[in-house]
């Protein structure tokens, strides 16, 4: 395999996870708290691809296409929930929408 | 040692430099940002440094499919609604650091040990040496076989996922402007 090992992409995908679960932890708004989890989501593929590539079988690649589709459904209803909270005009900070009414 | 140093090794450990960085300093700027439209934009330059690492990795569909759908698709979705939202500046850290954004450092930190450590202990050994592939390895022939013979559940599984994921969409925007009209008529 040419250029670096595989344990130099887990550690790219290790801090990418570690960046993603700080800015869920810390950030307010609900967008950037999806671009967020976003990363972490990616973190996982990137790991999953290198592990692929490592055992030479090609499982790890359809998994991480999986991940893809499952991400870009979690976005669809995210979104349409953060457009549904502006609409109903609350205000965007997850420390504020605290409370469910049915 | 001969492999070490030959030029096809060296450009790519070039190549994996620059997209490596590319791909931490974005994802620092997407959690680091206070406009939520350059936090997208930093994801877009994220994504694109991924499917660079996902190329040296041997997965070119993947790759592909990560510019086409995440990079294309998804962020301009993203983009649309925070244009449709506005940009409300977030400033997460505004007055110096408070003891949540410590905590979350913490916790962040100990997420990345605790990542190392397992992957060390569990594969330290075996990840020095890889499989050697096939030229057709990652190619989208050899993905769709292994997608519709192995792995045929997940393929459905996943048009389901997707279906329920769009009805959801309809279903929470249908319900966003019933709010709103009646918010009008009693306003």
């Known amino acids: 395999m040419l250029g670096p090992g595989v344990f130099w992409y887990l550690g790219v995908s290790a801090f990418l996870f570690a960046t993603g679960a700080f800015g869920v ?26 592990f692929s590539r490592q055992q030479g079988r090609a499982d790890g690649q359809i998994f991480a296409l999986t991940v893809m589709a499952v991400a870009a459904a979690e976005v669809v209803v995210g ?3 953060i457009v549904a909270i502006s609409r109903r005009r609350l205000a965007l900070d997850v420390d504020k929408l605290t409370s469910l009414r049915g | 040692m001969l492999l070490a140093f030959s030029a096809g090794n060296v450009a790519t450990w070039i190549v994996w430099v620059v997209a490596a960085f590319a791909c931490l300093a974005s994802g620092v700027a997407v959690v680091t940002f206070t406009n939520p439209f350059y ?8 994504l694109g440094a991924l499917a660079v690492l996902y190329l040296l990795l041997a997965a070119e569909f993947v790759a592909a499919a990560q510019v086409l759908v995440y990079a294309g698709a998804v962020m301009v979705m993203f983009l649309f609604v925070i244009a449709y939202l506005g940009s409300h500046a977030d400033t997460p850290w505004a007055g110096g650091p408070s003891w949540q954004t410590l905590g979350a450092v913490g916790a962040a930190g100990a997420i990345f040990v605790e990542i190392v450590v397992v992957i060390g202990l569990s594969a330290g050994g075996r990840l020095s040496h890889s499989a050697r592939l096939p030229d057709s ?17 997940a393929f459905e599984t996943t048009s389901i996922v997707l ?3 769009a009805i959801g969409g309809v279903v929470l925007g249908a319900h966003a402007r019933e709010d709103v009209d009646g918010l009008e008529e009693a306003g």
Request: glycine share 8%; no cysteine.
């Open chain 2, 39 to 46: 936090s997208a934009l930093a994801l877009i330059g994220n």
């Open chain 2, 163 to 165: 279906l329920v994921a």
């Open chain 1, 79 to 81: 979104l349409g929930l």
């Open chain 1, 25 to 50: 932890l810390v950030r307010r708004s609900p967008l950037i708290i999806l671009l967020a989890l976003e990363i972490m989501l990616n973190a996982g593929n990137l790991a999953l691809i290198a």
């Open chain 2, 137 to 153: 390895f990652g190619s989208p022939q050899q993905i769709g076989r292994v997608f519709v013979t192995d792995h045929l559940l």
